[in-house]
T-cell receptor, first 111, second 113 residues
Framework: DVKVTQSSRYLVKRTGEKVFLECVQD?????MFWYRQDPGLGLRLIYF???????EKGDIPEGYSVSREKKERFSLILESASTNQTSMYLC??????????FGQGTRLTVV | QKEVEQNSGPLSVPEGAIASLNCTYS??????FFWYRQYSGKSPELIMS????GDKEDGRFTAQLNKASQYVSLLIRDSQPSDSATYLC?????????????FGQGTTLQVKP
């Protein structure tokens, strides 16, 4: 089975902390995505990566950065967490242009 | 204008009825279209994909695509209470391997017994 695994299911961080969200996929997919999901706003694309060390900004990249040093791992970094970054974060890895497989999500609360 | 738009609902239908979910997109470059279902507290899962104009049927689900009108829909026949979920429309640009996958805000479907 395809697996996309996010490192944490729930996180609570303080304002100003640097936060790392990790995502690992085991299917050798080229593309990986980070979304955040908020009520009424759906899934909004933060960043995506189409190869090792390659990344592109999505629709809401401000306040975030990413790292992809290995093909299977895509990390989302909140440089200085703020309360408006409290959200559900979803990592996804599509098989080419077909089905995207999602991780279980990380619910981040910034206090 | 959002790239992908859906009516957030909730859409309420009685058990056994047909549920019709609609989605419009703004970028004509979009070439691949998907419907995902998301139960409360869970991650989205793919239920239908469609790449060319027309209808595509899979069991109780039918996806319809009209590229000229930039419109994609999902019909659920014989709706069941277990179909109650949020349905997310997604589009991608297949022009390069760096294509983005963009989602609408989702439509909440309630199927009442």
């Amino acid at each position: 089975d395809v697996k996309v695994t996010q490192s944490s299911r729930y996180l609570v961080k303080r304002t100003g902390e640097k936060v790392f969200l990790e995502c690992v996929q085991d299917m050798d997919h080229e593309n990986m995505f980070w979304y955040r999901q908020d009520p009424g706003l759906g899934l909004r694309l933060i960043y995506f990566s189409y190869d090792v060390k390659m990344k592109e900004k999505g629709d809401i990249p401000e306040g975030y950065s990413v790292s992809r040093e290995k093909k299977e791992r895509f990390s989302l970094i909140l440089e200085s967490a703020s309360t408006n970054q409290t959200s559900m974060y979803l990592c996804a890895s599509p098989r080419g242009d077909t089905e995207a497989f999602f991780g279980q999500g990380t619910r981040l609360t910034v206090v | 204008q959002k790239e992908v738009e859906q009516n957030s609902g909730p859409l309420s239908v009685p058990e056994g009825a047909i549920a019709s979910l609609n989605c419009t997109y703004s970028d004509r470059v979009s070439q691949s279209f998907f419907w995902y279902r998301q139960y409360s507290g869970k991650s989205p899962e793919l239920i239908m994909s469609i790449y060319s104009n027309g209808d595509k049927e899979d069991g109780r689900f039918t996806a319809q695509l009209n590229k000229a009108s930039q419109y994609v829909s999902l019909l659920i026949r014989d709706s069941q209470p277990s179909d109650s979920a949020t349905y997310l429309c997604a589009v991608s640009h297949r022009s390069s391997n760096t294509g983005k996958l963009i989602f609408g805000q989702g439509t909440t479907l309630q199927v009442k017994p």
